[in-house]
């Protein structure tokens, strides 16, 4: 029987004989990339990344597009291979520079696995350079693509990500939050290594509450699993955690502090000795700075200085200045070659477009004489057949023409259809409050506004009178083209109760617009109207007041949530037909405010289809008030997607964030 290192062995050595007489580069480039993959050593794989590199260029050369396709998908893959290199020799300028020219050769090939890999690797380039809002911005890009593709792998890595940001920043709700998410994925789809990790980072954030056992559980595990898949890395950090939990129990005397010393002391020596050997500095400067601490903790003065000198010596080849500007010029240099590239591509485009409709002229005037030409060779022919058939070829070409006739008909009316509601998109869109007019009267605001179809039942609109602003956020009875409709009349009610009847106060304006809807639309019974929320600024106070019809606003102040008063009725006929409530709430600097829709909480999806519901809803909208606008706005929409996956949206979305 013959083992599996040998298996391993023998399929390199017959992909390397298959590399030796191939003559072909496609081919080429797929053996290469098979060798790069199952060669763990250091030293040799990046001679063949070399050599794919050499043939990759030569292959985008080709005029076959798929070849040359086929090149730059080389060409972007070995980039990437070179950023890792230079990442573990600690020289960062040519990391990033690198990763840069994979994630622009991603982008014009439309690989948005490889797009999401290239972000997630400049975002850990950020990270280890402590430009964490850099870092968080990459991390979310790369999670948002990952999940509009369905790709667990790489949604998990993302989520690990973002733990280990949050934990850097000492947020341990929210690193406990995204490294957990990214454990049950590994789980569900068996990826060990990722989940040897997670173990890791969730064993730093116990170890950080002070949760000694539980720590050492996770990073134990993490260490085995790690063992058990043959993960070098992995296996050297786990070592480290374990060695930092130890020193740290005995500079508190919690224990054997003899024992937990020589503990602590095996494990460093174990990772510097794993660290050494992969050439990773990180892990060799972390290491370097706790044998520091263990000699110092042991008397051994002379060589806890040793030691750190050299854990000073690695820190700074990580980061240092010149990295840092480096990582600057990285950033804005792939930012104008993807200008530059967008630029290109649409110049090419367009000649290619006048090419095309040349050769098709000439194509065309070919086509012409050639079939004049038959019509003269054949003319006695077909006249001759004509007459024989000319009775059944006229039934045949009536019936052909009043199917075509018909079918016209259903393009033009579906054509109408599609371009009139698309027209009335514009006019609903038109309606509804404008960026710029939010800004000016709400400076820092979010919207995430996810209409079910082309047009919504769903509208948010702003006015001002006075020195009052008035903001409203509803969901119109249906939606679709019946919503719209809806959302139209309601607008309209909305704006002649405040700036033609000069009626104030929220519940006020809800009872008028009632009064309206009744009076106009409620015929037999029908419950037409909107639920929603309106709120009244006034610019000199601190107060704002409002009225609610079955929609609750949420309010966070000093890091509490919590859910503001709402009416139980709709503003149109409903079981109740009490006047609305005018509700007052003071706000203070900082404080956050949201409005919502029904459509996020009622949207199935998940492992079991279940509905999403309000208190996961709040719940998640505390978990990340502390990003900026743009960021939150960002997570909602990455959720919304990755909970609802393949299952259909049930309705219209609408949620707003303010802070003042």
Not at 251 to 273: E, F, I, M, P, V
Request: neutral net charge.
């Amino acid at each position: 029987m013959v083992s599996s290192q040998l298996a391993f062995t023998q399929n390199i050595d017959s992909l390397k004989k298959e590399l030796a007489v191939c003559n072909n580069d496609t081919n080429k480039v797929n053996i290469l990339l098979q060798l790069i993959e199952i060669i763990t050593d250091d030293n040799v794989w990046p001679k063949y990344n070399d050599q794919m590199l050499h043939v990759s260029e030569k292959l985008i050369e080709s005029d076959n597009a798929l070849i040359r396709r086929k090149g730059q998908k080389g060409l972007a893959d070995a980039y990437n291979n070179i950023g890792f290199i230079y990442n573990n020799q600690g020289d960062i300028p040519n990391a990033l520079e690198n990763f840069r020219k994979s994630l622009s050769m991603q982008e014009k090939l439309g690989d948005k696995v490889g797009v999401a890999e290239s972000m997630s690797n400049i975002g850990v380039i950020y990270y280890f350079q402590n430009e964490l809002s850099k870092a968080l911005d990459y991390y979310l890009k790369s999670l948002k693509i990952r999940e509009s593709i369905g790709d667990k792998d790489g949604i998990a890595n993302s989520l690990n990500n973002i733990g280990n940001l949050f934990y850097t920043q000492n947020n341990m709700t929210r690193a406990l939050y995204y490294s957990t998410r990214s454990l049950k994925i590994q789980e569900e789809i068996g990826d060990y290594e990722g989940m040897a990790y997670s173990l890791n980072n969730l064993g730093g954030i116990y170890f950080y509450k002070g949760e000694i056992a539980k720590a050492l559980e996770y990073y134990f595990k993490s260490k085995q699993m790690s063992q058990k898949i043959g993960d070098s890395q992995g296996l050297a950090a786990s070592m480290h955690n374990i060695a930092s939990v130890y020193i740290k129990s005995a500079l508190r005397n919690q224990g054997d502090r003899k024992k937990q010393l020589l503990l602590a002391q095996a494990y460093t020596d174990s990772s510097l000795t794993l660290s050494r050997q992969l050439g990773f500095p990180a892990n060799i400067r972390n290491a370097e700075r706790l044998l520091s601490r263990i000699d110092s903790a042991n008397g051994r003065f002379a060589d806890a200085w040793e030691h750190y000198k050299q854990y000073i010596i690695y820190k700074d080849s990580i980061n240092n200045e010149a990295n840092h500007q480096a990582s600057i010029k990285s950033h804005l240099k792939y930012v104008f070659e993807k200008k530059e590239a967008i630029l290109k591509e649409q110049i090419d485009k367009e000649r290619i477009i006048v090419e095309e409709k040349s050769k098709m002229q000439q194509l065309i005037i070919f086509c012409v004489a050639a079939g004049l030409a038959l019509v003269l060779v054949f003319s006695l022919f077909i006249y001759r057949s004509l007459l024989k058939n000319r009775k059944a070829n006229l039934i045949i070409s009536n019936q052909k023409k009043l199917v075509e006739d018909k079918n016209l008909i259903i393009e033009i009316k579906q054509k109408e259809i599609i371009d009139s509601i698309n027209y009335a998109k514009r006019i609903q869109y038109s309606l509804l409050a404008h960026h710029d007019y939010l800004k000016q009267h709400l400076p820092n605001h979010f919207i995430y506004f996810n209409p079910k179809d082309i047009v919504s039942g769903d509208f948010y609109w702003a006015t001002k009178k006075d020195d009052k602003f008035y903001l409203a956020v509803c969901d119109s009875t249906g939606h679709g083209v019946p919503g719209a409709f809806m959302s139209l009349l309601n607008i309209g009610y909305l704006s002649e109760a405040i700036n033609e009847k000069d009626i104030e106060k929220p519940n006020e304006i809800f009872n008028y617009v009632r009064t309206r809807l009744i009076e106009n639309i409620s015929k037999d019974g029908q419950k037409d109207g909107f639920d929603g929320i309106l709120i009244c600024f006034d610019k000199g106070s601190n107060q704002l007041t409002y009225a609610a019809a079955n929609n609750k606003p949420v309010l966070i102040h000093d890091n509490l949530v919590k859910e503001l008063e709402a009416d139980r009725m709709p503003v149109g006929i409903g079981e109740k037909k009490d006047n609305f409530n005018l509700y007052t709430v003071n706000v203070s600097s900082g404080d956050l405010l949201y409005l919502y829709t029904d459509g996020y909480a009622d949207q199935f999806g998940g492992p079991k289809g279940k509905k999403f519901k309000y208190k996961s809803l709040n719940e998640l909208i505390n978990t990340n008030h502390h990003f900026t606008l743009t960021q939150q706005q960002e997570i909602l929409s990455s959720n919304f997607e990755f909970w609802k996956g393949e299952l259909e949206q049930v309705d219209d979305v609408c949620v707003i964030g303010i802070k003042f």
